[in-house]
């Protein structure tokens, strides 16, 4: 799938870019409003990620005028502006999705996925760690074959723990992807569905699948 | 006073006063001293009159003085009678100073009043000029003359001519009373219609009132007073408040794109400050120091975010601007939702947490991600403020018209001085509020909570006491969320 990102900021930009093509998307990168919708007409892209804030043509015009030509390119916007209405009105212009600077790469990438309709085939739909399973489809999770029962936050953290297994996930990071709200940093709250989640998954059961490092996070491998 | 226009009338009121007193005055003065000279031309008249009777009877009998039976001298009978039908005082003496006659008037006095006009008569010289006279001690006061008679051939010593001045007072206290009345039924119209001009030269001033009231933030600084066509004080005070606003508006226009700017300026570098951190930080073989660093700056820039974030929405919500996302929501859904949150919280916290939702749905047009927001803050403080072993208590309930949630906890509490304060930005309690390891928060979060129950409609309110604990209130109204 090709994505065409248009961004001013060039470390932004770059940053994005890269990040797509490591998670096996193929982006390239403008720094302008009239470059980018020039070669957003042109039918060579699948997905277009968009700036609002952009040098001689602007994000929303950029919006506008390709859909006034009838263009129906999916549109992934990027705002530093946090107000409901910028992004009523980029809504309104037909974009698809949003985007709040500064974001996490994450959240970014599974709104791309989204638009994209990414086969399935590449994100498999049942996570796997040793004899622990999770379904993601079902949101069923099973070790051993034995089903357990999780919290819809329980559920967040460990299926963020096991779709990046074997790497250290910190806990801001863990919190960010399920909360998407700024707990006070001494609330340390993924310590505590950490320990519940160990309980129910961990717990009497060899191998431990659950590993602490200490001051950063917590990482899920066999 | 607290208005002009009161203070209006009751300067006017008063000068109004001031100038009738002095008329009242003047003219009182004037009448008195009119009323006087009448007098005396009633006793120089009478006197005149009396001194011709006698010189014209003199000329027709001669002998006007004619001894009694007992040798006294005595005047005349015809004469008398003549004389008994002049009014007021009139007294006349015989050459020798005895007294021939007395008008009706002066023997009505007393004995001892008598006495005293007649020996005032013995002693006192003629003259021309009306003296004046008080018989003591509750008797009239008298104008008088007193002349000698040389045309009745030298019969008579002096004749005296007196009046009491009462019937001169008489008409002024009728002229005083007659002013008595007309001031006060003059007043009272006078004091009205001066409230009544004094309100309608004031009529501008309150429709300016009304219209300046009338912008009240961001969205309502466009307007302008309707300035009057006359350039008077009240057109002029127009044009200088319309010059004011302009200036105000084109600073809040200023601080709009500042806000603006600032979003996009401090959000961009934080965003390559979190791509940075974020790319690092998920890369496998990075040495455990270092994770905990970028942990660190990681959530370091998540609090900046945090803190811009909600600057900015306190100053949109300044501007009115800052606008919600409304949809139909079950509100259950968010307060069970946080709720697995807060049990967490508490869980950590040591603090027992109960969340009671009504059995049937509690549905309200509200922007969910904000409401989500505020049950969370309120929550989360709660949790904080509570010491191991405590409870918090969350409850969601409908009463009519109103939706309710209560967020109480068995905590600190807050010192009553301090509970007006607790909504204003940047304010925190002293550090004896803040459990030993947690940093305190910005001290935006109950200004966003207010901000976010306010804009939908709804308020927020807080109970507390010291050592028992908190309750924080939100009412939200079914007509308006």
Redesign the interface.
Known sequence: MKILVVEDDKTVGEYVRRGLDEAGYHAELVGDGDEGLRLATGGHFDLLVLDLRLPKLSGIDVLRTLRDRGNGLPVLVLTAQDAVDFKVQALRMGADDYVTKPFAFEELLARVEALGRRPKAITPPVLKVADLALDTGSRAVTRGGRAIELTPKEYAVLEYLMRHQGRVMSRTLITEYAWDYHFDPGTNIVDVVITRLRKKIDHGREPKLIHTVRGVGYVVRP | MQSIRGRLTLWYSAALILSLAVFAIVLYLARRSASYQDLDRRIQSEADLTAGILAESYRARGVLVEPDTAGRSVLIPEVAAVLEVVPDFLLLTSRDGRLLFASPDARALTFAEFEQLSGLVAQTPPGRVPEKHHIFPNGPTLHYVIRAIPQAGGQFGTLFAGADTRSAELGLQQLVSTIIVAFVIGLVPAVLVGRWLAGRALEPVDRMITEVREITDGRTLHRRLAVPMVKDEMGRLAETLNQMMSRLERSFAALRRFT?DA??EL??P???????V??A??R?D?P?ET??A??ET??E???M??LL?SL??LA?ADEG?????RDPVDLRAIVT?AG??GE??A??AGVAIEIRTPPEPVVLAV?RSRV??LV?NLI?NAV?YTPRGGNVSVQLGGNGGKVLLTVADSGIGIAPGDLPHIFDRFWRADSART?T???P?AGLGLAISKWIAEAHGGTIEVQSRPGRGTTFTVTFLRGDA
């Open positions: 603006a979003s996009h959000k961009t934080l965003t390559v400050v979190r791509a940075g974020e790319r930080i998920t496998p990075v455990q994770l905990a970028l942990e990681l959530q820039v998540n609090r975010t945090e974030d900015l929405t949109r601007r800052a606008e919600l996302h939702e697995e949150t967490l919280l869980d950590h922007d989500r927001q969370l989360e904080k459990r390891g947690a940093r928060g």
